[in-house]
Structures are given as structure tokens and as C-alpha cells.
T-cell receptor, first 117, second 118 residues
Framework: DGGITQSPKYLFRKEGQNVTLSCEQN?????MYWYRQDPGQGLRLIYY???????QKGDIAEGYSVSREKKESFPLTVTSAQKNPTAFYLC????????????????FGNGTRLTVT | AQKVTQAQTEISVVEKEDVTLDCVYE???????LFWYKQPPSGELVFLIR??????QNEISGRYSWNFQKSTSSFNFTITASQVVDSAVYFC???????????????FGQGTRLTINP
């Protein structure tokens, strides 16, 4: 079955260390996204990618980096510059978006819960 | 700027009761999409419905129904005869219809945690 796989489910790191969260999709979707979820704040967009080798900053990109070398993969690195990295991270994908058209909704992975101490 | 407000942080009802989750949005766009997603304890967000701004017809899907009112900028979600399996966090979201080509940028509300007690 097609879907989005995020790994690991739980991740623990020491403060000051960079950490990379994995996101793989086999839905043949062009666009991929990373959201951060904090209690009481909903989901906020970190980065998104419309196509391979292209990505754009979302609303809270500071302290994060991404790459999009393959269509299926969109890893997120949480760097030591991120002030409050402990959160639940969700990856999503969607078919290519055409303004004004009927586009497929975002599909989400199961998330990675990152704890930094 | 776009904004979505879900004023109800938590709701708790007894099974078989009806429950309505409120969603109020702000946008300057005349064309936009509204969404509801469900987040069960497993963590992933499950797509429930999308509505575009030109379609104000209410929608019903089994025990779920949605009331879209542009006059009050609201897109409320009602579960009829609630069941324990409906317990989850529910998110309302908004996106521009005429966004950049290639990706959809969703703005989410804070979420409402719904607990259905047996």
C-alpha cells in the first residue's frame, strides 16, 4: 500500500547535537512538507518542496534544514541552532498543486516525536 | 494574513451524544479551501473533508456533517451519535486556492481534543 513512512517514531538527543528525521513516500507525489506540532499551537509549516532539488522555507524555518535529492525522500535536520527543538514532527506529501484546480489533499505520516535534553 | 481559530481546546461527551466542533477562519482571499483533519492517538493526520469557498452546500457523510457559512467565516463540524472511536484531536485548516504552483500551504487551527466516554 502507498503511504508515508517517518522514522524513527521516538528520538532522543542531547542539546547541541544535530539530528535528522527521515521521511519517505511511495505515493509518487511531487510535493512534500514538514510540519511541527506543539501542544495548543496546531501545526506550523517548517519547509516544503514542490519538486526534486527545490525547497522553500515555511513559517518557522530557522534552525532547520532540508534536502530533496530524490522524489521519494525529504529528510529534515534539526540543528543545534533551533532553540526549542522538542516537538512532534509530521511529514506530508501531495500531488503537484495547480492553482484554482481541484488538487489532492495532503497525506501525512505517523510523525516523529523528538525530545532534546 | 490567514488565520484559523478553534476556540474549543477540549470537549468531553458521553457516547451517543451529538457534538459540534467550531472553526472560524480569516482570509483576504476570495478563493480558498477549508479542510478538516482527524488525528487519532497513533499520530497521523487523516483527511476528512475539503470545501472550496464557492461551495457553501452543507455536506453529510454518515455520522459526520459540515456547516460552511461564509457570512460568519465558519466551517463547523458535527458528529452525530458519537462513538468512542471518534475520540481524537480534530484540526481545521485553510489554504489559498491560488497559491504558488506545485505546493499547498495549509494554515491549521490549534486543534480540538475530543473525548467520547462510554
Amino acid at each position: 500500500d502507498g503511504g508515508i513512512t517517518q522514522s524513527p517514531k521516538y528520538l532522543f538527543r542531547k542539546e547541541g547535537q544535530n539530528v535528522t528525521l527521515s521521511c519517505e513516500q511511495n505515493l509518487n507525489h511531487d510535493a512534500m512538507y514538514w510540519y511541527r506540532q506543539d501542544p495548543g499551537q496546531g501545526l506550523r509549516l517548517i519547509y516544503y518542496s514542490q519538486i526534486v532539488n527545490d525547497f522553500q522555507k515555511g513559517d518557522i524555518a530557522e534552525g532547520y534544514s532540508v534536502s530533496r535529492e530524490k522524489k521519494e525522500s525529504f529528510p529534515l535536520t534539526v540543528t543545534s541552532a533551533q532553540k526549542n527543538p522538542t516537538a512532534f514532527y509530521l511529514c506530508a506529501s501531495s500531488g503537484r498543486h495547480y492553482p484554482g484546480a481541484y488538487n489532492s489533499p495532503l497525506h501525512f505520516g505517523n510523525g516523529t516525536r523528538l525530545t532534546v535534553t | 494574513a490567514q488565520k484559523v481559530t478553534q476556540a474549543q481546546t477540549e470537549i468531553s461527551v458521553v457516547e451517543k451524544e451529538d457534538v459540534t466542533l467550531d472553526c472560524v477562519y480569516e482570509t483576504r482571499d476570495t478563493t480558498y479551501y477549508l479542510f478538516w483533519y482527524k488525528q487519532p492517538p497513533s499520530g497521523e493526520l487523516v483527511f476528512l473533508i475539503r470545501r472550496n469557498s464557492f461551495d457553501e452546500q452543507n455536506e453529510i457523510s454518515g455520522r459526520y456533517s459540515w456547516n460552511f457559512q461564509k457570512s460568519t467565516s465558519s466551517f463547523n463540524f458535527t458528529i452525530t451519535a458519537s462513538q468512542v472511536v471518534d475520540s481524537a484531536v480534530y484540526f481545521c485548516a485553510l489554504s489559498e486556492a491560488m497559491a504558488i504552483q506545485g505546493a499547498q500551504k495549509l494554515v491549521f487551527g490549534q486543534g480540538t481534543r475530543l473525548t467520547i466516554n462510554p
